[in-house]
């Protein structure tokens, strides 16, 4: 790796620097029981940087979004919007308040095989430069570029 570009971990590190203070948002993971039915907890939090979460220990990529929700009882066109509307009351009946984000599904990204010049989850080293891949339909960016803008829209008036 180039040794001028900046390390992903170096990079990671200065915006939770930057985010300190900055509103976080819920991880959490689905759980089933038999007396409690599906439902989605809360096991921790992180900032939501695009297809990037940052822990103040881990980076994560997004999968699922959810905004916990009372399904309600109203009738659906689509089945997708049933199922939706039912994610939403899961992450209800999990703990999370109403109208709150919870992310199901993250992936832990390997910051070390980034920094090593390879590729994890949406972080990978093109052409020398730690690069983020940040839409399925979108291309490279690099990461730096990236993170400035995010870090930005999460914390205004900074």
Do not use: N, Q
Request: proline content about 4%.
């Amino acid at each position: 790796m180039d040794e001028v570009a900046p390390r992903a971990s170096l990079l990671l590190a200065d915006a939770r620097r930057a985010l300190v203070g900055a509103p976080r948002e819920g991880l959490g993971e689905e759980k089933v029981s038999r007396w409690r039915g599906r439902r989605i907890v809360r096991v921790g939090e992180a900032w939501h940087l695009g297809v990037l979460l940052l822990t103040d220990a881990h980076t994560l990529a997004t999968a699922e979004v959810v905004r916990a929700a009372d399904p309600g009882r109203r009738g659906y066109t689509a089945e997708s919007a049933r199922a939706r509307a039912e994610r939403r009351g899961e992450a209800l009946r999990g703990g999370f308040a109403e109208g709150e984000v919870a992310h199901v599904g993250w992936s832990a990204i390997d910051v070390e095989a980034v920094d090593a010049g390879g590729a994890s989850g949406p972080l990978a080293v093109v052409d020398g430069v730690v690069s983020v891949h940040w839409s399925t339909a979108g291309g490279w960016m690099p990461l730096e570029a990236y993170l400035r803008e995010r870090v930005e829209l999460l914390s205004p008036g900074r």
